[in-house]
Structures are given as structure tokens and as C-alpha cells.
């Protein structure tokens, strides 16, 4: 972010969303009824499985779009490779999963790009679409709002016990099972509620993105760690100091801006703060609303939803983990 800040400003009239907040995708308006939706993600590998490495990384830059309140329409791939130690045969299994999850989403692959390097990337650059008064930002959480997650989280401390062989193959297919699953269904359901903000929760965990909504709105966000949904076996390799090092810079971040109740049980706090491939939505509406939210989502098939925290008058930090 400190980069960014440094980068001059492109202001332009039809810009509905650019780069002065977090958001999960940029914005830009072509019509009264119509913007599109921009965003690009790519990784290195987290599973041993090309092709579900291709399912994950694609339903992971596909979900900034349904974040955003909008439809995927269009991806690039984006594709590193190294030449001479892995085969081309790799290569089309992550291609043929990225495509996968692109079609279970309605989305067209038109093209990409790949380069020689010396780590195995692979992601997508997705082009959605939205009604430019439709469109849902990361931040604008108000008072009295619910705070509703739709995945469950631990999956990077999952995926680096099974780097290090500590990860049960129970716990690995539910990581996976998540990862691979699209936003598609929660963005679709929560677009006929008011909400107030949404973040898909990646790279920052839980706590970064919940903060990054708490930010401008005068509000404390208040989450309770014994509602968070957790992946089998998450918090028992937390507690065997099985973490990330992303989790460590989301650590050291945080410090200062989130205030952890001591109650708060250690392996906990490292699942809340661990960064997430592919993770749910987190969604802020009006409390009255989100009871219902999670009614509809349990029954269209998003089993994990849950009610995890809401929205109080600034109590001296933008966040509380109780």
C-alpha cells in the first residue's frame, strides 16, 4: 500500500473504484447500467496436484469479482514456468483446471500469457460485470451490523502442514474442498440483502480483511473467536506451531490496530490471522437481516455460513477479537 500511495493518482469521471481503498477489484463505468469489473491473482503452488492447483488458483481470482457484487465474464491465464524441471504435461493439468472452475462460473478463457521462470506461478485475470449502482465495496460496515462468513478458514495452516507432512489427508481434502469451491452462490444470494460491505477473506486472514472494512466507517468490528467455522484439524497444527510466515507479517501488522480479549485461545487467534487461499465471503448487513442470509445460504449448499461477529460505535481500535 505504502507503493501505491507513492504512484500518481489516475483520476478519470467514470472510475467507480480505484486504488485509494483495499478493494477487491477496480471499477470502471462505460455505461449509466453497466461497469466492469477488474482483478488478477496468481500464486505459487499450495497443493501436489496440478490440476486441482489450476481449480484453486482460478476460483481464487474469480472470487474478487463476486466480492464485488458482480459476474465474471471473461479470464486470462497468467502462467510462470520453469524450463527443463517440470514437463508441459503439468502445465496443461493446471491449465485444464483453471478451465474448469472458469466454466463452472460462466466464465469464457480468451487468451493469457506465459514467461520462463525459475517457481511455477499460475492465476487468472478475470473481467466481470455489474450495474455501476449496484456495486458492494470492502468498506461502508455501519453500526448494528452482523458480520456473516461463508467458508470456514484454516487453510493455510493446512496446506503448510502438508508441506511439512503433518497434515492428516482428512483435513487436506476439506481444505481443498473449500479452496476449489466458488463464490458464485453466496455473492448471488447476498446481493438480494442490504448489504453495507463484503471481502473475500485471501491473503491478509480474516482479522486484515475485517479491519480493512472497519476502516473510514467510525466502527469497531467485534468478532468472536468462538463462532469463527474451522477446517478440521486447523487449530490442533496451530497449536503444534504448524503456521505461516504470512501469518507472521499479518501478526506483526496487526499489533497495534486489533485488541485481542485474553480469553481468546492462542490457536485461535493463529487461525483468525491466517492468510487464506480461495476463502469466503464476509459479508456486513444489518443485524436484523442476517439471519435470514445465513437461512438462504444453508440452504443453497453454503453449509459453513455463520454469524461471527457485528459493529459497535469506535471503542478506541477498529478491532476486537473477544
Request: aromatic share 4%.
Amino acid at each position: 500500500m505504502h507503493v501505491l500511495h507513492s504512484l500518481p493518482r489516475f483520476d478519470h469521471v467514470d472510475v467507480i473504484v480505484g486504488t485509494e481503498w483495499s478493494d477487491d477489484a477496480g471499477v470502471f463505468r462505460l455505461r449509466e447500467d453497466l461497469a466492469i469489473v477488474n482483478t488478477v491473482d496468481f500464486f505459487t503452488p499450495i497443493v501436489d496436484d496440478p490440476y486441482v492447483f489450476g481449480q484453486i488458483a482460478a476460483a481464487n481470482a474469480l472470487s474478487d469479482i463476486y466480492a464485488m457484487g458482480a459476474d465474471p465474464k471473461t479470464a486470462l491465464n497468467i502462467v510462470a514456468f520453469p524450463k527443463g524441471t517440470l514437463t508441459l504435461d503439468i502445465l496443461g493439468e493446471i491449465l485444464k483446471g483453471g478451465a474448469e472452475r472458469a466454466a463452472a462460473a460462466g466464465t469464457v478463457v480468451i487468451g493469457g500469457h506465459s514467461i520462463i521462470d525459475a517457481e511455477l506461478k499460475y492465476g487468472m485475470a478475470v473481467t466481470g460485470v455489474v450495474h455501476p449502482g449496484r456495486v458492494i465495496r470492502n468498506i461502508g460496515v455501519q453500526v448494528d451490523d452482523a458480520l456473516v462468513l461463508t467458508k470456514p478458514l484454516g487453510t493455510g495452516i493446512i496446506t503448510t502442514g502438508l508441506k511439512k507432512r503433518r497434515a492428516s489427508p482428512r483435513s487436506v481434502r476439506a481444505a481443498v474442498a473449500s479452496m476449489v469451491a466458488l463464490n458464485d452462490t453466496a455473492s448471488t444470494t447476498m446481493r438480494r440483502f442490504p448489504v453495507h460491505a463484503c471481502s473475500d477473506v485471501t491473503g491478509y486472514g480474516l482479522l486484515g480483511h475485517a479491519l480493512e472494512m472497519a476502516g473510514g466507517g467510525g466502527v469497531t468490528i467485534v468478532l468472536k473467536s468462538r463462532r469463527l467455522p474451522v477446517l478440521a484439524s486447523a487449530t490442533q497444527l496451530a497449536a503444534h506451531g504448524v503456521l505461516t510466515s504470512g501469518g507472521r507479517r499479518n501478526r506483526t501488522y496487526l499489533k497495534d490496530k486489533v485488541i485481542v480479549d485474553p480469553s481468546v485461545k492462542v490457536p485461535l487467534l493463529e487461525v483468525a490471522l491466517d492468510p487464506q487461499t480461495s476463502g469466503g465471503l464476509l459479508i456486513a448487513l444489518p443485524k436484523a437481516d442476517a439471519p435470514e442470509l445465513v437461512k438462504e445460504l444453508h440452504a443453497a449448499g453454503v453449509k459453513a455460513t455463520t454469524i461471527i461477529g457485528y459493529a459497535t460505535p469506535f471503542e478506541g481500535a477498529p478491532m476486537r477479537l473477544v
